[in-house]
């Protein structure tokens, strides 16, 4: 905005990019909705055009939420079954990540480019891990 109007003050260019940037937004409704506020700034309408774009998509998705009732005894049932499982979730995931520390993975089909040993990949190579040391 500063090149093409060097001469006009700073206040005019920023309004005059506001404007630009109201036209250019693609949605109809945001455009509609950010040329009402009549911001006179840029920062304003960008600001208020993403606020406009926030609340406008949570609407959209809120509609479709139900509520459920249930019982006290039911949802305290549910809330033990699923801390039981989330805790055995969590000894799997812990017990699974120990497991690949601790054994180097083999596959038949992968060959070692350093010492073309089969079933191990290079970065798993005893004899590259043997020279580093030395």
Not at 48 to 56: D, H, M, V
Not at 67 to 82: P, Q, V
Not at 107 to 131: F, H, M
């Amino acid at each position: 905005m500063s090149l093409p109007y060097a001469e006009c003050p700073l206040d005019d260019q920023e309004s005059l990019a506001a404007q630009y940037f109201v036209d250019a937004i693609r949605d109809e409704d945001t455009q509609h909705s950010t040329r009402l506020m009549d911001t006179k700034d840029l920062k304003s309408s960008l600001a208020y055009s993403i606020k406009y774009e926030a609340a406008r998509s949570v609407s959209k998705t809120s509609r479709h939420v139900r509520s459920i009732k249930t019982e006290d005894h039911t949802s305290r049932e549910i809330d033990d079954k699923f801390e039981f499982f989330f805790n055995r979730l969590e000894k799997l995931l812990n017990s699974s990540a120990a497991g690949k520390k601790n054994t180097p993975r083999q596959n038949s089909n992968v060959t070692c480019w350093k010492c073309n040993k089969k079933g191990q990949a290079q970065k798993e190579c005893q004899a590259i891990n043997s020279n580093q040391e030395n």
